[in-house]
């Protein structure tokens, strides 16, 4: 009786902590603390973002959030080989976050590897649940490989999610035709 006692007693504590304080995972306390790196890449500024994250990976060498948003930068100073390393870095650091495998995935997919692509972008789009731009990039992928009715779909999914990429490159295509 008084192990059953004991028990309940240790369950109510653990699920008082889980409701009562917030917990944020490393990815989270990263974000804020290299804000300043983020804020860069949000106003375009590569250069000076890519230094940012480089001096953060130099520090922290294990940082996904680092490896995640220099690899943005890569991809938007086309560097796209070191792009994909710096995302396949970050994911094997932290395997949720989203972005790594969206990144990764535009990478890919300009270097023409459409099938390593579309698994990125099948990923991103599990991670993010309700993410436009993942699937008008899976879309796309999935239009290289030869699945027109899937990629009206996802097209169809990033217009319903208010993507207007998607929406152009409907509108400008019409039904999709390979």
Sequence with gaps: MEVFILFVILLACVLLQAFLFKHEDQTAKDAKQYAEGIRLVNNKKFKEAYTYFDQVIKARPSCA????????????????????????????????????YLVKGIALFKLEMYKDAFLEFDKAVWHYRNHGESFRWRALSRLKLGFAEKAEEDLLRAIELGDEHANYFLQQKGKIEI
């Excluded at 220099?70 to 994909?84: E, M, S, T, V």
């Design 65 to 100: 959030l680092a490896h995640m948003y220099r690899g943005k930068c890569n991809l938007a100073l086309d560097d796209l080989y070191a792009a994909i390393f710096d995302c396949t870095e970050a994911a094997s650091f932290d395997d949720c976050i989203a972005e790594s």
